[in-house]
T-cell receptor
Framework: GAVVSQHPSRVICKSGTSVKIECRSL??????MFWYRQFPKQSLMLMAT?????????EQGVEKDKFLINHASLTLSTLTVTSAHPEDSSFYIC????????????FGPGTRLTVL | QQQVKQSPQSLIVQKGGISIINCAYE??????FPWYQQFPGKGPALLIA?????SEKKEGRFTISFNKSAKQFSLHIMDSQPGDSATYFC???????????FGTGTSLTVIP
């Protein structure tokens, strides 16, 4: 149980284009999903917290107009990197918060974004 | 301010040995302490978690020891195997679990 999928696993795009990453909780409903960015050999950097049906809460320093988050249903959240630039290249990971006995965060497999 | 401090940054252990990773926290409101294992290019996976009402939790070769008075908790990997080589993150959370605070990670290498 508590499986989170993420799509795509890898994406390469040209500078200036937008990229959408999907995060789905496959076997549970997630009222809260989290989006992280991870640089090589570093810890997880929380970008934003998204609650179903409401606006995402962004961490300080994260541009909400650049990283658009939509949490339209209890099983799907999307992150759109708008007008991507090479400095946006990173490993993006989503997670979903379980409920009841499974109160941990359950992470997706991550998306490697490379902006040329 | 780092809410959860993790050490060591890296660890090399011989196969069959015990790997120990330590974490410390300040906020006594934290009531849920998970450990995550991450392999290169993959998302972190929940390994084991503990609540402060118990001092130890064991699942297979993985044990969490929790010291509430010292505000410390640690992960012990018994009989470490090369397949355990990964980065381990500790974390802490409190109700309503809208945020998890992660340690900086420990890169574990188990030598055959």
């Amino acid at each position: 149980g508590a499986v989170v999928s993420q799509h795509p696993s890898r994406v390469i795009c040209k500078s200036g284009t937008s990229v959408k990453i999907e995060c789905r909780s496959l076997d549970f409903q997630a009222t809260t999903m989290f989006w992280y960015r991870q640089f090589p050999k570093q810890s997880l950097m929380l970008m934003a917290t998204s609650n179903e049906g409401s606006k995402a809460t962004y961490e300080q320093g994260v541009e909400k107009d650049k990283f658009l988050i939509n949490h339209a249903s209890l099983t799907l959240s999307t992150l759109t990197v708008t007008s991507a630039h090479p400095e946006d290249s990173s490993f993006y990971i989503c997670s979903a918060r379980g409920t009841g006995e499974a109160q941990g965060q359950f992470f997706g497999p991550g998306t490697r974004l490379t902006v040329l | 301010q780092q809410q959860v401090k993790q050490s060591p940054q890296s660890l090399i252990v011989q196969k069959g040995g015990i790997s120990i990773i330590n974490c410390a926290y300040e906020n006594t409101a934290f009531d849920y302490f998970p450990w995550y294992q991450q392999f290169p290019g993959k998302g972190p996976a929940l390994l084991i978690a503990i609540r402060p009402d118990v001092s130890e939790k064991k699942e297979g070769r993985f044990t969490i020891s929790f010291n509430k008075s010292a505000k410390q908790f640690s992960l012990h990997i018994m009989d470490s195997q090369p397949g355990d080589s990964a980065t381990y993150f500790c974390a802490a959370s409190m109700e309503p679990r809208n945020q998890f605070y992660f340690g900086t990670g420990t890169s574990l290498t188990v030598i055959p």
